[in-house]
């Protein structure tokens, strides 16, 4: 019997959040508008059209000189009545370097989840929070139905930097031409990787400010990356050990207020945010979140270099990896 009833609470929950989801899908199916015909009937010179016809450069450049799959989206548009695309939510244990996951079709297990209603995102987190749980509600650039439904550009993406813009196309054509359920790190780290060396080969040789800004923060973002990994390790460390969890917390909040202070020390953090940086309630979510999407640059690179730059062939080798259970995949990653 209570087999029974955690079984109809988890389908009463999981339909409620999927009939969300359908209910925005359906929104924007309703409302979307083919790119190609937004573009042949224009009449004057429109940012919007600009940076749609951007789009569609990068989406066959990535088709053509990056091997993505062309099955990714980025045909139709989509004007949102918000300022934001949507909001991921996501936990993790307090004493534990782990995260709490949920499991729904297709997707598989994944320690997010996404929301196109802050006020449910928001509810979420708190729910979460009342578990005792550290957690992290983020604002989403994107997202991909993994070439389930085509993926639409909407009218926020269009606010950002064009090397911004190439990223993000490039990153959800990544999800499109590979994405392995149930293992979100192995996914998100392989999109990043790819979203990198994507815009870095469309830039190659053109003169563009806003790609050098571009560049220089990712290189300060893979630069400190080393010191988010050297945290995540003392805190694990803390975590797997005999200390009573009174100990532990202390401890978490010294090495936490540590990573902080080196973080500004070596200007990882550009002066202008420096004082938001430091008054943020940093907690083990934010670790495991740039773990998600940044572990395995060396792994990745090496396979890149394996394939001689040769993505298809790098795409083909990456592949080649799924049979690795997931603690296996998670090893090599961790490699850097």
């Known amino acids: ?36 015909d937004i573009i042949q009937n ?21 088709v053509e000189h990056v091997a993505l799959s062309s099955d990714s989206g980025f045909e139709y548009f989509v004007k949102l ?34 929301y196109f209603d802050m006020s449910l995102a928001m509810e979420e987190e708190k729910n979460l929070k009342q578990l005792g749980l550290d957690t992290r509600l ?12 085509s993926d639409p550009v909407f009218s926020p993406q269009l606010e950002w930097s064009k090397p911004d813009l190439a990223g993000l196309v490039f990153h959800e054509m990544a999800h499109a031409t590979y994405y392995l359920p149930g293992d979100s790190t192995f996914n998100e780290s392989y999109a990043e990787f790819v979203e990198r060396k994507a815009v870095e080969l469309y830039y190659k040789n053109k003169s563009d400010p806003d790609y050098l800004d571009w560049y220089d923060k990712k290189s300060k ?45 070596d200007n990882y953090i550009p002066k202008k945010v420096q004082q938001k940086f430091m008054e943020k309630d940093w907690n083990n979510e934010d670790f495991i979140g740039a773990l998600r999407y940044k572990s395995g640059g060396k792994f990745f ?36």
């Not at 209570?2 to 989801?21: P, Q």
């Not at 010179?45 to 450049?61: A, G, M």
Request: glycine share 6%; charged share 25%; net charge positive.
């Open 42 to 62: 224009r009449t004057e010179d429109d940012p919007t059209i600009q940076s749609l016809e951007f789009i569609q450069e990068i989406k066959s450049f990535g």
């Open 221 to 265: 973002r893979l630069k400190s990356f080393a010191l988010i990994i050297d945290t995540a390790n003392q805190l694990k460390s803390i975590y797997e050990s005999s200390h009573t969890d009174e100990v532990k917390l202390k401890q978490k909040f010294e090495i936490i207020s540590s990573f902080k202070a080196k973080a500004i020390r």
């Open 301 to 336: 690179e090496a396979q890149f270099q394996k394939a001689n730059g040769n993505f298809s062939i790098f795409h083909n080798l990456v592949k080649s990896y799924e049979s690795l259970s997931k603690e296996e995949k998670e090893k090599i990653l961790a490699e850097d």
């Open 138 to 149: 983020r604002v989403t650039g994107g997202y991909s139905t993994l070439g389930w439904l």
């Open 81 to 114: 009545n918000r300022k934001e695309v949507g909001w991921n939510v996501s936990a993790s244990y307090p004493l534990e370097f782990k995260s709490y996951t949920w499991w729904f079709p297709i997707a598989g297990e994944v320690p997010y989840k996404g």
């Open 1 to 36: 019997m209570k087999i029974f009833i955690f079984i109809l609470f988890f389908l009463t929950n999981c339909i409620g959040y999927l009939s969300h989801l359908g209910k925005e899908q359906i929104h924007q199916i309703w409302s979307r508008q083919k790119i190609l």
